[in-house]
């Protein structure tokens, strides 16, 4: 996304300036949408990526250490050395951005969905198995259920790392807003665009994650049940 944005900042250079948000409202609304769609599709990736990886996990033990060691050792990798990695092979654009920001996303969500099915009571799985349920019925019908609050949490947690981690995918020129970062530290150092690609980025973080923990509470009525009681 080119950024074609006007400077006139006022005098002592400020970290804030309303004039600078009208004059390039276009831009900055363009750069959250931007952000927003990134964000939203590599949690989505991710998640469709983990969740089978959790499952296989759960069901045979001794795949859990690999599974978790190599989402593990992605977590680690610098992005920066990701990026270059991956960009010959993908190209320079979002489908890069979002392959290196959904990798660092497994980690959070497997062990989080993981921890909520060994959450899910043995007692009950056997009840489900008396029951004549097999384990294809038992995963959808009973445990995946009772770990939505773990698998929720990850993605949680994924949604915000997320949301920050996507402004480097400037250095591929799909960085959201991490676009007027950047181009505010080009341009002079220029703290009305760094400030407001900051605040956004953390007022974007904030609503997802509100988001999320509203759906969250619709999907699980049964928790605030054993609240209120």
């Known amino acids: 996304m080119s950024l074609h944005l006007s400077h006139r900042a006022a005098p002592g250079n400020p970290w804030f300036s ?5 004059d390039n409202s276009d831009t900055i609304l363009a750069a ?19 969740l089978p990886l959790a499952v296989a996990a759960y069901w045979f ?8 060691a190599l989402t593990g050792v992605l977590y680690t990798v610098p992005s920066l050395a990701l990026f270059a990695f991956l960009a010959p ?5 979002a489908i890069t951005v979002l392959s290196v920001v959904a990798l660092y996303a497994l980690l959070v969500i497997v062990r989080n969905a993981l921890a909520g099915l060994h959450q899910v009571p043995p007692e009950v799985r056997e009840a489900a198995e008396g029951m004549g349920y097999g384990r294809w019925g038992r995963l959808f019908r009973i445990e995946l259920p009772l770990a939505l609050p773990g698998i929720l949490t990850g993605v949680r947690l994924a949604t915000v790392s997320t949301v920050a981690l996507v402004t480097v995918g400037v250095v591929v020129g799909r960085g959201g807003l991490g676009q007027l970062i950047f181009a505010g530290f080009q341009n002079n150092f220029y703290k009305a665009e760094i400030m407001t690609g900051t605040v956004l980025c953390v007022l974007l973080a ?13 999907l699980t009525p049964w928790l605030r049940r054993r609240v209120a009681s």
Request: no cysteine; glycine share 10%.
């Open 18 to 22: 309303w004039q600078y948000v009208r």
């Open 32 to 50: 959250l949408r931007e952000h927003t769609w990134l964000t939203a599709r590599a949690v989505l990736l991710a998640a469709l990526v983990a």
């Open 61 to 68: 033990r001794r795949l859990s250490g690999p599974i978790l």
């Open 89 to 93: 092979y993908l190209g320079i654009g």
């Open 206 to 218: 904030l609503v997802l994650d509100l988001l999320l923990a509203g759906v969250g509470r619709l």
